[in-house]
């Protein structure tokens, strides 16, 4: 439905469309933008579709860093990881659990 309204009422010439992430887990941002994003949703998007991450790629990362330098290397390989996600995410390619395996950390 949110791409439906969208197609409704965004010119086609705006580039993109950020929405926050914001009241969401991490898994469920990037389930929600894979599903707006996803190939079967067989609506015309002639922008690009994502969210503005500041929850859906950081709150892991700093959760594993916890600002110690020995988990730097930890860190860097989660933001690896739900980068890698959230960009599956803006081709309709996520296949799911690396925000629920970020927030086990």
């Not at 949110?2 to 993109?16: D, E, G, K, W, Y």
């Not at 079967?40 to 990362?61: C, E, H, I, M, N």
Request: include cysteine; proline fraction near 4%; hydrophobic fraction near 40%.
């Amino acid at each position: 439905m949110t791409v439906r309204t969208l197609q409704r009422s965004i010119v086609p010439a705006l580039p993109v469309v950020c929405f926050l992430s914001g009241g969401q887990s991490e898994e469920e941002a990037s389930q929600n933008l894979n599903a707006m994003n996803s190939p079967d949703l067989k609506v015309a998007r002639p922008w690009k579709l994502t969210f503005s991450y500041g929850r859906a790629l950081q709150k892991s990362v700093l959760q594993t860093w916890k600002g110690q330098e020995a988990n730097k290397k930890a860190a860097q390989d989660m933001l690896l990881k739900m980068a890698k996600a959230n960009g599956d995410a803006t081709l309709g390619k996520y296949e799911g659990g690396v925000g629920s395996q970020a927030s086990s950390f």
